[in-house]
């Protein structure tokens, strides 16, 4: 049973078997990325941290002659992120957008039986079947989105540029002056942080039929 | 690695569990006891100051691909640990075992190879031996948990006082301001997990 967790940052584990010949590809699909900027995930602005790995079936840790081998037939390609937002939005932007979309579709290519990023029911289907539930999860921040922070960054640079202009002798019509140009400034970064989100019940269901117990 | 900024690092480990221990499989239940023992607002990550964001599942069944009847599956599980953090892993490792060493042993003391001892060092060194390279990561911001702490309460704190001052004139206005001003400057260190 998934452990439900509070904030706004939403973990989320899934890993995807993909066959031993398709490594060339993998890693140079994965050296291609490591140099993109991906601009458009940057500025849809849902995602904290995320990362893609590759375990080979053979290379998994062995640390114990006691241990017995693994024999897998498959390659493990691992996908782990920490999202704003619910489940079923953070999917559809996955499909929906499509600098993203052309991006996992490249990604996950390589994985069995992916059926690509579009149309969406049956990429949903697909990341519901590989997700694995999480036992333990900690976030340092847990009442900030990405774009809490990003605002939260750039108020805190601003408030320097403000604070360091501020004598502590300067006169009090010349100080309001400045503080009311200073929050109309400002005023688009300062959001309330903290709240919690609420999930909201999508018409089609983020757990497909014939996978609910 | 152009998009992830310099101050984070990452830490993927997998760490195997016996499945066919002397104790027939208790080391695998007292794993799952020990992390469903630790909510999110309660477990010793959130004394560790340099981590953004923690988790641990075990996995104990691989998925096969949809359709595969093949019946391939683990002989042991597996303990995975995604980490993202400030600094050196090490660093982290280290804040963790101060914090909790209990813990430590409790989860990955019962996974297959970790040396009977107590201390930091085998902790580093185990997960040293558990650890995957090679991945693809990204990150939203190029700050550590520090400053993503501080921006956020400097933030909350101007947010409190311009309601404060609405209306006011403006000495009152220009005092109110040099009341908080401490506050905005260096504001109230907060621990991870509290906002």
């Known amino acids: 049973m998934q452990q439900s967790f509070e904030g706004k940052a939403t973990p989320m584990t899934v890993i995807t078997p993909m066959r031993p010949r398709w490594r060339p590809l993998v890693w140079a699909i994965l050296a291609v990325f490591r140099h993109l900027k991906l601009g458009v995930v940057k500025e849809l602005a849902f995602i904290h941290f995320a990362r893609w790995l590759l375990v080979k079936r053979g290379r998994l840790p062995h640390l114990s002659p006691r241990q017995p081998v693994e024999r897998l037939d498959d390659d493990?390609?691992?996908?782990t992120t920490n999202?704003?937002?619910?489940?079923d939005q953070y999917i559809d932007a996955f499909g929906m957008v499509g600098g993203v979309r052309g991006?996992?579709?490249?990604?996950?290519?390589t994985s069995r039986g992916f059926p690509g990023a579009w149309p969406m029911r049956p990429f949903k289907r697909y990341i519901r079947y590989f997700e694995y539930p999480l036992d333990l999860y900690c976030?340092?921040?847990?009442?900030?989105s990405v774009?809490?922070?990003?605002?939260a960054l750039e108020l805190s640079s601003r408030l320097d540029a403000f604070l360091a202009a501020t004598p502590p002798d300067e006169d009090a019509a010349a100080f309001a002056r400045r503080w009311c140009a200073f929050l109309d400034a400002v005023a688009p970064t300062l959001g309330d942080t903290g709240a919690q989100l609420q999930e909201i019940p999508s018409p089609h269901s983020k757990v497909p039929l014939e996978l609910r117990s | 690695m152009s998009r992830v900024p310099k101050p984070h690092s990452f830490l993927t480990a997998l760490s195997p569990i016996d499945r066919q221990d002397d104790a027939g499989g208790a080391r695998l239940a007292a794993i799952r006891a020990a992390l469903a023992a630790h909510t999110q607002y309660g477990s010793p990550f959130?004394?560790?100051p340099t981590a953004h964001m923690v988790r641990m599942q075990v996995i104990d069944a691989l998925k096969p691909a949809m359709g595969d009847t093949s019946g391939v599956h683990l002989r042991s599980a597996w303990l995975l640990c995604v980490a993202e953090l400030d600094g050196g892993?090490?660093?982290f490792l280290d804040a963790l075992y101060r914090t909790d060493?209990?813990?430590?042993?409790?989860?990955?003391?019962?996974?297959t190879g970790y040396p009977p001892y107590r201390g930091a060092v085998f902790l580093r060194r185990y997960i040293a031996r558990c650890r995957m390279g090679g991945e693809l990561p990204y990150a939203a911001f190029p700050a550590s948990v520090a400053q993503v702490q501080a921006a956020i309460a400097r933030k909350e704190c101007l947010g409190a006082l311009a309601a404060a001052t609405q209306g006011l004139d403006d000495a009152a206005a220009q005092a109110a301001f040099r009341a908080a001003r401490g506050e905005l400057e260096r504001p109230t260190a907060t621990r991870p997990g509290g906002l």
């Open chain 1, 76 to 79: 493990w390609f691992v996908f």
């Open chain 1, 83 to 87: 999202f704003n937002g619910p489940w």
């Open chain 1, 103 to 109: 991006g996992l579709d490249w990604l996950w290519w």
């Open chain 1, 139 to 144: 976030n340092a921040y847990p009442g900030a």
């Open chain 1, 147 to 151: 774009r809490d922070i990003a605002c």
């Open chain 2, 46 to 48: 959130r004394e560790c």
């Open chain 2, 89 to 91: 892993v090490d660093d």
């Open chain 2, 101 to 111: 060493p209990d813990f430590v042993h409790a989860t990955w003391g019962q996974c």
